[in-house]
């Protein structure tokens, strides 16, 4: 997963994927997310597990992003093959 953001010096984006009734899943909480800094298109959300989204393919998601003092232009989810 790859965010086009902007953040203050101080600022972050963090990122966490739900089920479709609004609940995290597991490793991908916001508790489990590493903060995102700076200023990049294509900065990737990384979790305390790392990045590996492949146990959430297929499966209907939400993205909850909380922002601190940033910007988010857009994000884009790709398959990997």
Not at 30 to 37: A, Q, R
Not at 46 to 65: H, M, Q, S, Y
């Amino acid at each position: 997963m790859a965010l086009n953001v902007e953040t203050a010096a101080k600022g972050s984006v963090r990122v966490e994927i739900q089920d479709v009734s609004g609940g995290p899943f597991r490793g991908f909480a916001l508790s489990d997310s590493i903060g995102i800094t700076g200023d990049g298109i294509e900065n990737v959300a990384c979790w305390k597990n790392g990045t590996d989204l492949c146990n959430l393919a297929e499966k209907p998601v939400r993205f909850r992003i909380v922002l601190r003092d940033a910007d988010l232009y857009s994000l884009r989810v790709a398959e990997t093959a």
